[in-house]
């Protein structure tokens, strides 16, 4: 199938705006080289490597992805340094990240001994060297261990041949987590420990990075399109969001009640205010329910609703998750349809 | 890949525990043999052709897609009378519809007539005769119309030479809809247009389908699976629920705090009373909280933290968002993996 135009595409379709892309890449890069540190995209927003090669080109150094099975999309697409911010945890996904540690640079993340040492048996059997940094617990209390435990882990990290620790991850990197980093830094100080990489991340912790001069690196991954989550953080405006899900109106049979063909498929079910979405040609009607494959939209703030077959345009809440329901995504340069992507790390939850 | 049994796999993934999915095609089949009525398999819940074939082996009358895309996979695999109640809408859609409409029959749904006359339009262009009911709107106000603009529908389908009145449509076909349905049918009655179908559907209409006797078939999805929103809506028990996804537990530092490898790429982000999904093993742990890779779990209900590494499963709490995520999903028998199943239809929006 070819499209020329964005006319030609159906509906749902998840179309990225390319000049507001660009803009985004260039921006992000220039805030880290202004604070003399290197961004590493997390490649979750986009899953595609096409897109991470254009933020490659504008200077990012490597990548992160989430999963082993991400990696290894990426690793075949021709990426040699991909870190993995996670704990990778179980018998058959750390033999695969071994594996993918002999063929490119591989930096993971632990915060319990159980998680290094699942690591170091499969480095040591696939006789693979894998490096590794120990994540902080920060302010979303998801992952991450304390400045103590993190000394004890880079101990033991140290101490294995097949490990090689390279640094400390926090996830987000807010300025309200500093004196835990810095705690920890001072710990592998005094213990002799060498420090390559501090590695921060989180939208929010772009405007905050100068507050962190310790950071060597920020990941982030929304900024590459934005999202409504974003505007509402205050992080951009929606001038700078550049994904936006196109949608047809298929119902309007009452005043108050439009439904698109959108739904839980096409834009995700996470909510701002009660909301799944922002409508760009009627920004005060209420996308306020979804079903799968049905959009409702309460439009009692007009006096005339869309007709059957009118085309509206969607900002999703949040970009990443809207990028995973989708086999292909659509680069726009105006109306042209510029890139027809493959999403080619989508679904993979290994 | 070869699975042998559920330890061979990876988490997350989604299992179906293929004892329970033969109980429920039974069961379901037999609720209709009893009340003397066809039913009609959504696929929605598992997408994939394998699963809709043991449903028709069981009894079931075609099948019922939400999308073009769906049917076509559908079509492609065999299955020759599917219906689609769903208002399709769009130049291109409704050209691959009547291009279906050749190969299979096609049934679908209208609630407008800029509905009608856009599909009548690809059925004169492609020479394709194509069934069409008319939906009427119920307990959900989602679409469908009133059953004196349905009786204008009809009679606009009637006249036209390559659409085939073929009913009236209804979602949820709860008893409380009845009014209406009979209204409308009087209506249809009294101006001689026959009725072949008249369609109900949703999960709750099941056990209300005896109240309706107009009803000629029903269509619902979820019943094969069932899942924690069935559960709480009283249609069935956690032991009736077929699915379920392994989880592997990654963090556990704090007396409270177990985070699992599951977050809202594995399990969607639908919630019931603040619960992303219920924990087989832990029943009174709270899965509170996902990020796409992270299922947040309360412990505090409990004395010991489960380790690192250990296995635990989720009964979802809406199984239909969950195939949708997955490339592909596993049927076992005990504990041997005797299906690997390819999501044929998953992430088709169009």
Sequence with gaps: MTFSTVHDLETPSVLIDLERMERN??????????????????IKTHKIPDIARRQQEAGATGIACQKV??????????????????????ARKTRRLAALAKRVT???TVDSEAVVDGIAAAA??????IKMMVELVSLGARTGTTPEAALDL????VADEHLHFAGVMMYPSDAAARPRLQ??????DEAGIAVEMVSGGGSGAISQAQLLPELTELRVGTCIFWDWNSVAAGYCRFDDCAMRVRATVISANEAS???????????HSETIDGQFGYLLEYANARLHKVNEEHGYVDFSAYDDLPAVGEIVHIIPVHTCVVTNLHNRIYGLRGEAVEAVWEVAARGLVW
């Design 154 to 157: 880079a101990r033991r990290i």
């Design 69 to 90: 099975s991400e990696a290894e999309v990426f690793a075949d697409a021709g990426f040699n340094d991909i870190q993995l911010p996670y704990n990778i945890v179980g």
């Design 257 to 267: 009640r439009v439904i698109l063909d959108s739904g839980s498929k096409a834009i």
């Design 183 to 188: 705690a920890a830094l001072a710990l592998l």
């Design 25 to 42: 890449i260039a921006v992000m890069q220039a805030r880290c080289d202004a604070l003399g540190i290197a961004f590493r995209p997390h």
């Design 124 to 129: 040591r059997e696939a006789g693979a060297s």
């Design 106 to 108: 591989v930096t993971v």
